[in-house]
């Protein structure tokens, strides 16, 4: 393999493909950690970090799941690959399909899919499917597809999709030095990149790189919120929501099917779920945007929406270093931005009326 630097195949030896099978790879991972002491200071933290997995190749963490599953359908011979997806697994599968050189069919749930990510996986050729209906129910018929029709299933029902996200934990670990974060907040949906990170982070202390793990945190949005429902009852399996509904599109999931590993990693890491409101994630999403620069979609927003309301609950304390984990790029769902920011001002095309708008107090 050519490049060796900060990406998700650094770590092939703790991965399971083939060794003779070359990579389908449009060099993923290798994120950034950043440093938030502005944020911290608002939200009342010391130490606070945030991986921005917006910055994969296709603007979600995905890519190190599909990089890695589209390489196994390659090697077992797969001729078609499919999934159902609130947007982002589809971009990213279009895309790892493109470069595979096989078709890849997508089910998305109608209305329901912010456009950047509906652009990704059209461009890229995919075959795309708007179903009647919300992503639970999207799942459970690609499934059936792809069992009728031998497809190649990529949602995080497939275990190679978590072997590749695994590799957040490894980065989160190396990044700071082989310090162990406090904590890792982050965003759950369908609660496969929960139960991925956390297997990284097991897998560094089984081999001995780590003596301990991370305490699992993750967010939901109100409106969605099965794995915080069962955390909260202290059960270790969820009761499906039926009508999940947020403005975090990507994670309006009501049946999510890592639910129970998921939960297990919750509770094995002393860790704990909570929900946020659709106005903490925008706030939250202003804050990163514009305290750090960091341009995130709502779901993302999640994860710090969620470590502030935590932290002023007392909940978090003041003293941890904690890692929010931010999965997509603002740019997947421009409408939304759209929606919450203040229009452009409209002026004139002359020097006063520009600087009557630059210097309005409005
Ligand atoms: N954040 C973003 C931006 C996502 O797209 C997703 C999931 C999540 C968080 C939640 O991750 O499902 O592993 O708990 N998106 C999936 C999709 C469901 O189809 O793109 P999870």
Redesign the pocket.
Known sequence: LKKQCPSVWKYREILPIDETQEPISIEEGGTPLYRCDRLADKIGIKGLYVKH??LNPTG???DRGMTVGVSKAIELGMKTVA??????????LGIYGARAGIPAVVLLPEGKVALG?VAQALMHGAKVLSVRGN?DEALVLVRQLCDDEKFYLL??VNPYRLEG?KTIGFEIIDQLGFNVPERVV???????????IYKGFKEFMNIGITDKVPRMT?IQSEGAAPIVDAYRNGRDDITPEKNPDTI?T??R?GN?V?AKK?LKAIYESNGMADTVTDDEIVQAQRDLAQLEGIG?????A?SVAGLKKLVNDGIIGKDETVVC????HLL?DPQEVVDVCPKPVVVDATMESIRNAVFSDK
């Open positions: 997995e917006g979600s963490f995905k999934c159902a997806s609130t947007g982002n697994t589809s971009a990213s990510k992503f949602n995080s996200q982050l965003p759950v949906g369908n609660a496969g990149n929960i139960t991925a993750g975090a990507a994670i999931i999510p890592n998921a995130v979609e709502p779901a993302s999640s984990v931010t999965t997509g997947k």
